[in-house]
């Protein structure tokens, strides 16, 4: 069996943005060094002038980094959360990406699905600088797509606010690799089911390359607004965002128009399937005059999602079917959703029977990613 990361992260450094057109280079984001209320200094990046977002990962010159000025300890956070998250530097940053592979041996995993970390935000207003970004960015996960021999796929990012930008450069990456695009629950340019993201969908699906929806928020006023006050937080901004933009995909009948178009759904878990299922049962026939079979909604209309190992998936199998779940690892990064030895884990749990646990992890990511 095949072993498929349905979610997997790269880390960007510095040299993510050498990537970027030498015409370009002017606009490239760069580090900049800022002090907590708690007086710890931590670097960001700085894009267009304005802070957005923090830098993850060493910079700059190695021997004049002072690892004192980062507060992400991948150790002391699995050990504080009981999950392992850690990950080598020069494996979570692509600096090698051979350690990268021979980690994923170590790990029992086949195969990659890599997503960004700063894109989960809106880095700037500027399209001319956002159409930059992103061709650096894709540059360099085409380099290491080519250096994987395969093994790492990728979600390109596109410059979305520049529709007929983002389509060269959707041709460019799909050609170079690329088996998703990645995009947000909630785009500054209107949620999924806008028109105006009709003729990137139609290329997509003549392209026959999924969408790949990973918890964000592109739209910087309803992230501020969610993530306000002390029970803000990325659940309200970024997660719920994936779990609406999944009932409007349905429910707008996007699976219709698009009748080839593949969407999953990724890093959100999956305990919310029921509840969607359910609300959609309910609605459907007046809005679509039918009433779908609870079990086969997500097979019906294409969508994929990925589950967690301690969602309680043989429970979810009953909503969701077996052909449509998957399960990543989350690895690079330091949250919630992080567990680099979830594919193991899962297997060793024995929530589901073996045919669909084989399914979950090598052939249902295999038919969204097309691997």
């Known amino acids: 069996m095949t072993v498929i990361d349905?979610?997997?992260h790269v880390?960007?450094?510095e040299r993510t943005w050498d990537f970027i057109p030498q015409s370009?280079?002017?606009?490239?984001?760069?580090v900049v060094y800022q002090p907590e209320p708690s007086g710890v200094t931590k670097p960001y990046w700085l894009i267009d002038g304005k802070v957005r977002g923090t830098v993850r990962q060493p910079v700059g010159n190695r021997d004049e980094w002072d690892p004192t000025l980062v507060s992400t300890d991948m150790a002391a956070a699995s050990k504080a959360s009981g999950r392992n998250m850690d990950a080598p530097d020069a494996s979570k940053h692509m600096e090698d990406v051979g350690a990268r592979l021979r980690h994923m041996d170590e790990l029992g995993i086949d195969y990659q699905m890599l997503y960004p970390t700063i894109f989960l935000r809106r880095l700037t207003d500027s399209p001319e600088t956002r159409v930059a970004i992103c061709r650096g960015y894709n540059r360099w996960l085409a380099d290491i797509w080519q250096k994987a021999e395969g093994r790492l796929r990728w979600a390109c990012v596109l410059p979305l606010n520049v529709m007929e930008e983002a389509i060269t450069e959707l041709r460019w990456a799909v050609e170079h690799g690329a088996c998703g695009v990645f995009m947000r629950g909630i785009e500054e340019e209107g949620v999924l089911c806008d028109p105006y993201f009709t003729p990137l969908y139609e290329e997509m699906d003549a392209?026959?390359?999924?969408?790949?929806?990973?918890?964000?928020n592109g739209n910087p006023d309803i992230e501020g607004l969610l993530s306000r006050g002390e029970g803000g937080s990325p659940f309200s901004s970024m997660r719920l965002a994936s779990v609406a933009a999944c009932h409007q995909w349905i429910l707008g009948g996007m699976p219709e128009r698009f009748p080839r178009l593949r969407i999953g759904f990724v890093e959100a878990a999956a305990q919310w399937i029921p509840y969607l299922v359910n609300d959609l049962v309910r609605r459907y026939p007046a809005r679509r005059g039918r009433v779908p079979v609870a079990d086969a909604l997500l097979r019906d209309n294409r969508v994929w999602v990925t589950c967690q190992t301690d969602d309680d998936i043989g429970y979810l199998v009953r909503y969701a079917g077996e052909d449509n779940l998957m399960i990543g690892t989350d690895y690079g990064h330091t949250d919630q959703s992080s567990e680099i030895e979830a594919l193991r884990i899962f297997q060793e749990q024995g929530q589901v029977?073996?045919?669909?646990?084989?399914?979950?992890?090598?052939d249902n990511p295999r038919v969204l990613y097309r691997i």
Not at 24 to 30: E, T
Not at 353 to 362: F, G, Q, T
């Open 207 to 216: 392209l026959d390359v999924a969408v790949t929806v990973h918890i964000g």
């Open 6 to 8: 349905s979610d997997a």
């Open 353 to 362: 029977p073996s045919v669909v646990a084989r399914k979950i992890l090598d």
């Open 11 to 13: 880390v960007e450094t």
């Open 24 to 30: 370009d280079q002017h606009l490239r984001p760069v």
